[in-house]
């Protein structure tokens, strides 16, 4: 690769992160309120996303061999018990990560 192609690459990711950051401030006025339906997105669009991650990561999992998907289940529990318990976001995701890897590296070998 030249040395303009890369260049280019990182002049056009510089402009577009730029342009994702600023746009907003472009798009509403800053004295008054968003749109109705920026504010239902806000609303919305967390608990959605999470959902859609927790579907992707427990898609490939096979409740008919192995473990038949018990760390998988714990590990989500964990994570439900810990947000439920603290309400800290990375306190589940990490605490929910280290014991599967646990459970998935010395329990369920």
Known sequence: ??????????LVM???TLLTRALPFFLFDRG???????CY????????????????CLRN???TAGSHGLPELMGVAAAAGLHL???NT???IFGATALYMVLVQAVFV
């Open 32 to 38: 008054g309120e968003p749109p109705k339906w920026i």
């Open 14 to 16: 510089a402009v577009v």
């Open 61 to 63: 999992v096979d409740l």
């Open 90 to 92: 990375l306190l589940s």
């Open 41 to 56: 997105l806000g609303n919305v669009l967390p608990p959605a996303m999470m959902a859609l991650l927790v579907v992707y």
């Open 85 to 87: 318990w603290k309400g």
């Open 1 to 10: 690769m030249s040395g303009n192609y890369i260049l280019t690459v990182i």
